[in-house]
């Protein structure tokens, strides 16, 4: 949204310009040219930040880009070969007397491309207005207004009026751009559109970026002109292939000078700005190494305030069925007095899990008066089975305020948050437990200093479960699992084609537990330090093709098909058998669930000079461009694909890399949202000798 603002502001104060070089020449055809290239492009700027503002994809955003830099540079070079094919002649009698005659066919075309793009506009900016609520609403119609006020004006005076002749209120609708200006620059502050410093660094460096663009422009049109053309500047330059080469030139490094003052004013204005990745590992490095609750809480607050430069943070939590609660978060915070929570609850309740700014409430609203009672700028509810069992709260934010990129990063931790918070609450349970047994024990009878045993027993029992959990969990899920397949298969009778068909579906759902508990112990283990790889020579390409063959059936059941193809022969390996067998599981089984029925899963297994390479292509539902950085990181699904299979967890790619890149592997990963993904990984040939060495290897988180 800021790149489309800055961009209609851009080309508005170039429109605006434009006129004005017109008349101080009185009468400049050149000016004029380039007024109708920058008019037309303004207009498509305007139709994409309206498609944002109602909040469509960016895929239609784009098209209108697209669309208004392909009319406009048709526009330029038909006016650069043919100077007459919009205006034919201007007439500039007096300052309010300029007559024009325009020519009918291409004044026409020009009118329609420019009044679709501007009633488009006006369309998506009632939609956006339609579908939203207090103050969003208000922001909207003051855009609204601005725009048909600017937009009518520009259709009448410089659009309609010229078509008869009248070019003399030209200057009325610029005039009034600087109203789009400040209505849509005082609404962006007001309502916090988006971060106005980020935008204004931004048109900075694009700003910076155009100046040097047009000082190569016109130093390489001025030699040009005095050595090749030799004084025939303005017809010769304008027309050469030359000219046509510079442009081409210009625009591909365009990209090149604007990131180099990106990171100028990075360095500049953005010193203090977090990094997300970095926040993300700090954060779970603290909810992962304490289990007490309230320590918990304190350090997560903390990580949470500072790096967000929050007056305050802290958790309100209630437990154990609403009878307890805690706060606690950075030092003096506020409390959270329970009927105000309560008060809290019931907004939530109506109004969805959304994180709450209060700027943006109502003004009359009960829940705004109670935030800023206790100076809460924000405040995040934490979920659990669709209820709030606490709530994340930030002070006032002591810098700029609180951007659209901050409330994202506090949408992506609140998941770890959550499952973080709930194995504090559960070791808490247990402690609680524990304590009341040992008062107990003092004053019980020998029945109960048995049971107290009993439950030390239990407790000391837990490490050695991490190491047994798979095969006592796996082993009866193995019987169930062989029994569902000799009934599917006809073993034990014949079966109608819907017991077939449910035999098939219990089959797959077995499957899917075996998968979960693998990952979760994983998991555990990784964070433990008791995850290893145990290394042996393995055929990898006959390891493929089970795995391949064991789910053939799963996606026979979801209507697709398996295809492998080896052109790498055997391949012999030291790496860990089961691990990589999870691997390849994972990545088919995820590549079956996010697949369309009747489609074809590929997996090719080849050769290069120096590594094997495996890859899954599918044709589903693909990976959001915006997403894919954070794909492989813990518990981290990407938003369409919670969707299509909402039981996920979201470790079993976090593994997958953890297992190639310990085997001196890398991940292949390519996707486009809506055509389908590639997953795979590559192993080297030649084995480091330090790891066959170091076996077996052990993996930390």
């Not at 304190?298 to 437990?319: D, N, P, S, V």
Request: hydrophobic fraction near 45%; glycine fraction near 6%.
């Amino acid at each position: 949204m800021r790149f489309d603002f800055g961009l209609l502001m851009t080309f508005a104060g170039a429109w605006a310009v434009c006129i004005g070089i017109f008349f101080s020449s009185q009468g400049d055809l050149s000016a004029l040219h380039v007024n109708y290239v920058v008019a037309l492009m303004m207009v498509y700027c305007l139709a994409a930040f309206s498609v944002r503002l109602d909040g469509r994809k960016s895929g239609l955003v784009k098209t209108f880009h697209i669309i208004g830099l392909f009319f406009s540079s048709t526009l330029a070079f038909i006016l650069a070969y043919d100077s007459t094919w919009l205006i034919i002649s201007v007439n500039f009698v007096s300052t309010n007397s300029v007559l024009v005659l325009v020519s009918n066919p291409g004044y026409f075309l020009y009118g329609t491309a420019f009044s679709a793009a501007y009633i488009i506009s006006v369309l998506f900016l009632v939609n956006a207005v339609s579908r939203s609520l207090g103050s969003e609403r208000n922001k909207y119609i003051q855009i609204l207004i601005s725009i048909l006020i600017v937009g009518f004006t520009g259709l009448v005076t410089n659009l309609y009026l010229p078509s008869i002749g009248n070019y003399t209120l030209i200057w009325a609708a610029p005039a009034l751009v600087i109203l789009v200006v400040l209505t849509s620059s005082i609404s962006i502050v007001r309502y916090k559109t988006f971060d106005i410093k980020l935008a204004a660094v931004r048109s900075a460096a694009y700003a910076f970026s155009l100046l040097v663009l047009a000082l190569i422009y016109y130093a390489v049109a001025y030699i040009a002109s005095t050595t090749l053309f030799q004084g025939e500047v303005s017809n010769s330059f304008s027309i050469s292939p030359l000219n046509i080469l510079l442009a081409l030139l210009l625009a591909f490094i365009f990209q090149p000078i604007k990131n180099s003052f990106d990171k100028v004013t990075d360095t500049i204005f953005f010193r203090d700005r977090y990094t997300s990745e970095e926040f993300y590992g700090r954060l779970s490095e603290v909810l992962t190494t304490t289990t007490d609750l309230r320590n918990l809480l304190q350090r997560a607050g903390l990580e949470i305030g500072t790096t967000l430069k929050a007056e305050q943070a802290f958790f309100f939590l209630q437990y154990d069925e609403g009878k307890r609660h805690i706060t606690a978060g950075t030092k003096d915070h506020k409390d959270l007095p329970l009927d105000d929570v309560e008060s809290i609850n019931t907004y939530v309740q109506s109004n969805g899990d959304d994180i709450l700014v209060t700027q943006l409430l109502e003004t009359d609203s009960k829940l705004k008066r109670v935030l800023i009672s206790h100076k809460i700028a924000l405040l995040m509810p934490l979920m659990h089975h669709d209820r709030a069992v606490g709530y994340l709260a930030l002070g006032e934010q002591k810098s700029s305020g609180y951007t659209n990129r901050d409330i994202k990063v506090l949408k992506t931790i609140s998941d770890e948050l959550i499952i973080a918070i709930q194995n504090a609450l559960s070791v808490q349970e247990v402690r609680m437990i524990n304590a009341s047994l040992e008062q107990r024990i003092e004053m019980a009878t020998a029945e109960l200093r048995t049971s107290n045993a009993r439950l030390k027993r239990l407790d000391a029992s837990k490490d050695e479960f991490l190491s047994m959990a798979s095969h006592q969990l796996r082993t009866p899920l193995t019987s169930v699992k062989g029994y569902l397949s000799m009934m599917i298969d006809g073993d034990v009778g014949k079966i109608s084609a819907i017991q077939k068909q449910v035999l098939e579906e219990a089959f797959s759902s077995s499957e899917r537990m075996v998968h979960l508990i693998h990952d979760f112990l994983n998991v555990s283990r990784l964070q433990t330090g008791k995850f290893m790889l145990e290394l042996s020579d393995v055929d990898l390409s006959e390891l493929i093709q089970q795995e391949v063959k064991s789910l053939e059936k799963v996606a026979s059941s979801h209507s697709m098909k398996l295809e492998f193809t080896n052109t790498a022969g055997d391949v012999h390996l030291q790496i860990d058998d089961t691990k990589i067998r999870q691997v390849v599981m994972n990545y088919i089984d995820n590549a079956i669930y996010y697949s369309h029925p009747d489609s074809t899963i590929a997996i090719e297994l080849s050769k290069t000079d120096k590594n094997v390479v495996l890859e899954i292509k599918d044709t589903g539902i693909g990976v959001p461009k915006s997403e894919q950085e954070q794909l492989f990181s813990k518990f981290y699904r990407a938003s369409n694909a919670r969707k299509q299979r909402p039981d996920g967890t979201g470790v079993g790619i976090f593994l997958a890399k953890k297992v190639v890149t310990a085997l001196g592997g890398d991940i292949v990963f390519r996707s486009k949202e809506g055509k389908g993904s590639v997953f795979g990984f590559t192993l080297p040939l030649d084995q480091d000798q330090s790891l066959l060495e170091n076996n077996p290897k052990q993996l930390g988180k």
